[in-house]
């Protein structure tokens, strides 16, 4: 994959994260903040303060995640972001670790 391929590919992902929370804030009692600077998404939960950052790491071609419940890499395999430890699978990873930290079920 080129570094363009994998720049399209994680703001792909970058965005879908910020639409599906958005979507998931209006439609549950998820409150958070996301901001975005660059690679770096925030994800901030309103009600406890903690964070969730997502980034890509375009040398590595890697999406990161660093959450209460640790750091996690994913690497793409096909269309799927894959993580580099225990072949989760990064959207339902993500997901898990929102639903924990908001306190709220979401599927992204």
Same mark, same amino acid.
């Given at each position: 994959?080129?570094?363009?391929?994998?720049?399209? #590919?994680?703001?792909?992902?970058?965005?879908? &994260?910020?639409?599906?929370?958005?979507?998931? #804030?209006?439609?549950?009692?998820? *409150?958070?903040?996301?901001?975005?600077? =660059? %690679?770096?998404?925030? /994800?901030?939960?309103? *009600?406890? =303060?903690? @964070? /969730? &950052?997502? $980034?890509? !790491? #375009?040398?590595? !071609?890697?999406?990161? /995640?660093?959450? @209460?419940?640790?750091?996690?890499?994913? @690497?793409?395999?096909? $269309? &799927?972001?894959? %993580?580099?430890? *225990? =072949?989760?699978?990064?959207?339902?990873?993500?997901?898990?670790? &929102?639903?924990? !930290? =908001?306190?709220?079920?979401?599927?992204?």
């Amino acid at each position: 994959m080129t570094e363009s391929e994998f720049l399209a #590919a994680a703001e792909a992902a970058l965005d879908k &994260i910020e639409t599906a929370l958005e979507s998931a #804030a209006e439609q549950t009692d998820l *409150d958070v903040e996301c901001s975005r600077s =660059g %690679n770096v998404l925030e /994800i901030e939960f309103v *009600d406890n =303060g903690s @964070k /969730i &950052i997502v $980034n890509s !790491q #375009a040398p590595m !071609q890697e999406l990161w /995640i660093a959450a @209460k419940s640790g750091g996690f890499h994913y @690497k793409q395999k096909g $269309n &799927i972001w894959v %993580n580099t430890r *225990d =072949g989760s699978e990064f959207f339902a990873a993500l997901s898990g670790m &929102i639903s924990s !930290q =908001g306190g709220v079920p979401v599927t992204l």
